[in-house]
């Protein structure tokens, strides 16, 4: 239950970030309102989950997701670059995480 949080989190991480571009520097009401909401939704979903997991493995997967996730949110959405490289350097950041949640345990 507590990697779900985490995962949760992330999704929502990379919710808060998309949402702090669209906010232009949080001149526009909406994505401002809903950057704090996905922010307090991501920060307290992970303050529950690492009550139960270690925070290193844990913090990796919250922000791997999260910083993944925004990249290709960026590229499918919102006109960011496309590149192999980036392609590639999404990949590693990914495996990255698995690995680090794969030597973690669960208390």
């Not at 922010?39 to 999260?66: E, H, K, M, N, Q």
């Not at 960011?80 to 030597?103: A, M, P, R």
């Amino acid at each position: 239950m507590a990697w779900l949080l985490v995962i949760v989190a992330g999704l929502l991480e990379t919710g808060f970030a998309v949402c702090l571009k669209l906010s232009h520097g949080f001149t526009r009401l909406w994505p401002t309102v809903a950057f704090c909401v996905f922010a307090l939704g991501s920060f307290g979903l992970l303050t529950l989950a690492l009550r139960r997991l270690d925070v290193g493995p844990a913090y990796a997967v919250w922000t791997g997701i999260g910083a993944a996730g925004t990249a290709i949110y960026g590229m499918v959405f919102l006109g960011d670059l496309v590149s192999t490289l980036k392609l590639v350097s999404i990949s590693l950041v990914i495996v990255g995480v698995i690995g680090l949640q794969l030597s973690g345990s669960a208390h």
